[in-house]
């Protein structure tokens, strides 16, 4: 049975109200000026205040290198599954039920677990990269792998991905060409869902780069949260609103479709 008008307002209040409390209760918090007992801006003209520099210069710190690590987990990723993904479905399909177990299987993995798995790898890579912490993006492609294929693997389930790649193929087009100007604009929503998801796991991530001894934001704060408790919160808003805004951006333009034009009639000659 579905619900009647009165009913869906209630639903939507409720759920509104789930996520409206804690984030009004995040904005109070950082207005508050607990010497004084009122509200004001001073936390948040803090993080730009020149005296403070020092004080939050980790954190800009590990913003910078969640964003340099958003970026190459992101490529990382769609990179090396996409055109694997699309392989094993066109011409290898008794594979893809190994491929989702092997894509599927880091979900079901304790981060504690993998980073024990990691360290071994990642002295190899210390000795070879330095301790950048971009090189957090070959155990954070490792993290957000299921994410990313349910994302791919759903568009690609909505098209009709073999016709499309046999008709591209029957007009004399390569393999890279089906690739880059037939499949991937077909699957511009889930390569999109997938970088959205992505990036969210990436800067929310904490465990992994704490004990690789690896700097991104979420460290980061937790460094700075011990001196002053109300910049975590600041930041923590000011992602909700990052991701809000990236969520619509993408949106718009995984929404957008291309508008098709018909193609010109053919004139033929009438004999004389």
């Given at each position: 049975m579905a619900p009647g008008r009165v009913a869906r307002w209630v639903i939507l209040l409720v759920i509104g109200a789930v996520f409206a409390v804690p984030?009004?209760?995040?904005?109070?918090?950082?207005?508050?000026?607990?010497?004084?007992?009122?509200?004001?801006?001073?936390?948040?003209?803090?993080?730009?205040?020149?005296?403070?520099?020092?004080?939050?210069?980790?954190?800009?710190?590990?913003?910078?290198?969640?964003?340099?690590?958003?970026?190459?987990?992101?490529?990382?990723?769609?990179?090396?599954?996409?055109?694997?993904?699309?392989?094993?479905r066109l011409r290898f399909p008794r594979l893809v039920r190994v491929l989702e177990f092997v894509c599927l299987l880091p979900i079901t993995i304790p981060a504690i677990v993998l980073v024990v798995g990691l360290t071994p790898m990642y002295q190899v890579v210390g000795r070879t990269f330095g301790p950048e912490s971009w090189t957090l993006a070959f155990a954070y492609g490792v993290l957000v792998l299921p994410y990313a294929y349910r994302a791919i693997a759903a568009n690609l389930d909505a098209i009709d991905a073999r016709t499309l790649a046999e008709a591209?193929?029957?007009?004399?087009?390569?393999?890279?060409?089906?690739?880059?100007?037939?499949?991937?604009?077909?699957?511009?929503?889930?390569?999109?869902?997938?970088?959205?998801?992505?990036?969210?796991?990436?800067?929310?991530?904490?465990?992994i780069a704490s004990l690789l001894n690896r700097v991104n934001l979420q460290t980061a704060l937790y460094v700075v949260s011990q001196q002053d408790p109300f910049v975590a919160v600041i930041l923590a808003l000011l992602a909700l609103l990052f991701g809000f805004v990236l969520l619509t951006v993408l949106g718009r333009i995984g929404g957008a479709r291309p508008v098709a034009t018909a193609p010109a009639p053919r004139r033929t000659r009438v004999p004389a």
């Amino acid at each position: 049975m579905a619900p009647g008008r009165v009913a869906r307002w209630v639903i939507l209040l409720v759920i509104g109200a789930v996520f409206a409390v804690p984030i009004a209760a995040m904005v109070e918090f950082s207005l508050r000026d607990t010497p004084k007992g009122t509200h004001d801006l001073t936390h948040w003209a803090a993080l730009v205040d020149p005296a403070s520099a020092d004080q939050y210069a980790p954190v800009w710190q590990g913003l910078i290198a969640s964003l340099e690590l958003v970026v190459v987990t992101v490529v990382l990723v769609l990179v090396l599954l996409t055109p694997t993904l699309i392989l094993v479905r066109l011409r290898f399909p008794r594979l893809v039920r190994v491929l989702e177990f092997v894509c599927l299987l880091p979900i079901t993995i304790p981060a504690i677990v993998l980073v024990v798995g990691l360290t071994p790898m990642y002295q190899v890579v210390g000795r070879t990269f330095g301790p950048e912490s971009w090189t957090l993006a070959f155990a954070y492609g490792v993290l957000v792998l299921p994410y990313a294929y349910r994302a791919i693997a759903a568009n690609l389930d909505a098209i009709d991905a073999r016709t499309l790649a046999e008709a591209a193929r029957s007009l004399g087009a390569s393999w890279p060409r089906v690739l880059f100007t037939v499949l991937v604009p077909n699957l511009r929503v889930g390569l999109l869902a997938a970088a959205l998801i992505s990036s969210a796991a990436v800067l929310g991530e904490f465990t992994i780069a704490s004990l690789l001894n690896r700097v991104n934001l979420q460290t980061a704060l937790y460094v700075v949260s011990q001196q002053d408790p109300f910049v975590a919160v600041i930041l923590a808003l000011l992602a909700l609103l990052f991701g809000f805004v990236l969520l619509t951006v993408l949106g718009r333009i995984g929404g957008a479709r291309p508008v098709a034009t018909a193609p010109a009639p053919r004139r033929t000659r009438v004999p004389a």
